[in-house]
């Protein structure tokens, strides 16, 4: 069983940078696609960015591209999200994710077999 567990969340002002970090452990990290995916209230969960297997690839929604960068070290169970330049519309928790597709086609949260609790990024108005 895979445990995901998310850190680095906080309270930032807009234009604000934030790392997020997700740490997994039990099993092996390089057979899976990696995402963050996020949720606002009331809304639906939201692809933000996957990478891939090996971190050769990796994609973003529009909303983040620019600003946010997906990185992973596989020697360290590891995956990050670097945001910059954040936005109100950034408020939402943060989750990583697991699964077992392609880094490129992947983008709903139930096409993933593992995810983690999540971890909140607020930036007021």
């Known amino acids: 069983q895979v445990q995901l567990v998310e850190s680095g969340g906080g309270l930032v002002q807009a234009g604000g940078s934030l790392r997020l970090s997700c740490a997994a452990s039990g099993h092996t990290f390089s057979n899976y696609v990696v995402t963050w995916f996020r949720q606002a209230p009331g809304k639906e969960h939201e692809f933000v960015a996957a990478?891939?297997?090996?971190?050769?690839?990796?994609y973003y929604a529009d909303s983040v591209k620019g600003r946010f960068t997906i990185s992973r070290d596989n020697a360290k169970n590891a995956v990050y999200l670097q945001m910059n330049s954040l936005k109100p519309e950034d408020w939402a928790v943060y989750y990583c994710?697991?699964?077992?597709?392609?880094?490129?086609?992947?983008?709903?949260?139930?096409?993933?077999?593992?995810w983690g609790q999540g971890t909140q990024v607020t930036v007021p108005t």
């Open positions: 994710a697991l699964g077992s597709g392609a880094a490129a086609e992947a983008r709903s949260w139930s096409e993933y077999d593992y």
């Open positions: 990478v891939s297997r090996f971190g050769v690839r990796s």
